[in-house]
C-alpha cells in the first residue's frame, strides 16, 4: 500500500499549487484521506479532509477560504488546489488515509505518504 504525493515546489505569495496523492496498492474510496502539514521547527497539524462520501469535506478553519480539498475514487487519488499562499504555508504536506472517518488526530489515519514540499517565498 502506498501514497505518493507530488505537486509541492517553490512558489511566491499569492500564488497557487495543487498537490496530488496517488494511492496503490488497495482501493481507498471508503477510506478518508486527508492532507497534513509540517512547518520547520513545528508539529505536524492537520490541513484538510475529504470523507469517501463526495462532496464531504473538513477544513482547519484558517484554511478553508484559500484552500480546495477533492478526490478522485476512479482514479484513487486525492487533491489540495492551494490559492493565495502565504509564506506561512511553507510546510512539508503529507497525505495520510483512514478508515475510522474524518479525524483531525494523525494517530487515527492507518496510510501516509512520503511528503511533498511546498516553499512560499514573500
Known amino acids: 500500500v502506498q501514497l505518493q504525493a507530488s505537486g509541492g515546489g517553490s512558489v511566491q505569495a499569492g500564488g497557487s499549487l495543487r498537490l496530488a496523492c496517488a494511492a496503490s496498492?488497495?482501493?481507498?474510496?471508503?477510506?478518508?484521506m486527508a492532507w497534513f502539514r509540517q512547518a520547520p521547527g513545528k508539529e505536524r497539524e492537520f490541513v484538510a479532509a475529504a470523507s469517501w462520501r463526495i462532496g464531504s469535506t473538513y477544513y482547519t478553519g484558517s484554511m478553508k477560504d484559500r484552500f480546495t480539498v477533492s478526490r478522485d475514487n476512479v482514479k484513487n487519488t486525492l487533491y489540495l488546489q492551494m490559492n493565495s499562499l502565504k509564506p506561512e504555508d511553507t510546510a512539508v504536506y503529507y497525505c495520510?488515509?483512514?478508515?475510522?472517518?474524518?479525524?483531525?488526530?494523525?494517530?487515527?489515519?492507518?496510510?501516509w505518504g512520503q511528503g511533498t514540499l511546498v516553499t512560499v517565498s514573500s
Open positions: 496498492g488497495r482501493t481507498f474510496s471508503t477510506y478518508t
Open positions: 495520510a488515509a483512514g478508515a475510522s472517518g474524518y479525524s483531525t488526530t494523525e494517530g487515527l489515519y492507518d496510510y
